[in-house]
């Protein structure tokens, strides 16, 4: 099975990325099931990279549907190191206009009830999240961004949302009140599982409309966040592509060790059928 070193999340209008060399395809069984589709391994820039579509190809899954636990778990066992997702997410600031990119650095979990952790069912561990993103990576990013003279706004905070129904418009002020500048449903709990996983994650944002508080917009839709989805596609790819040789290039991070110190249950009191998944994801301590 080949591997790769960088993997792609590719989110709502992001199923595949056109012009690279592909290497393999391949189906990943982890030990919390399938990913929401094959893995495309390719080359881009010399980097062998792992490319996910979160939603399967034609969009198939929910935000609440998808196996974020099998989708992590795929990428970490191709030898994934970095994951820089893509999400398409709604505006909650005059600033930020749809088709700008937005690098968030906070999140805020509105999800309910969604499995947000590899740990548990016998062994017990808590992961630092201060920081949801890794901030190499997001370094990285911004300066690909400032290459490809794309747009993006820094330093701003993401509403992670239930969904699947778009926000009522008291949700969408109270989320403006909180100080928040994008909102989407899918970030969490992906980056919780990947920095579980001990992987660096980044996630890129692609502003498709102005949610629902603006009086003087039409609200958000369906065919508004595809239309305008399309029109990025270009700039996505181009951005990937300045990315993935540049992500290749840092070195160790404090996202490398997350779990090392996490787990509090006492090692002779492991769950063993436990201990055996987590080795797939985490092999030096388990
Ligand atoms: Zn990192």
Redesign the pocket.
Known sequence: MAKASIGIIGGSGLYRIEGIKVIEEVTVKTPWGYPSDSLVIAEIGGVSTAFLPRHGKGHVFLPHEINYRANIAALKMVGVE?IVAFSAVGSLKEEIHPLDFVLPSQVIDRTRGRVSSFFGGGIAAHVGFADPF????GGIIASAAAEEGLKLHTGETLICMEGPAFSSRAESMLYRSWGAGVINMSTLPEAKLAREAEM?YSVVCMSTDYDCWKVDEEHVSVEMVVANLNKNAANARALIKAIVPRAAG?GH????EASRYAVITAKERWDKKQAKRLHSILPEYF
């Open positions: 970095k890794c901030g190499p990576l660096c840092i991070c404090s996202c490398n």
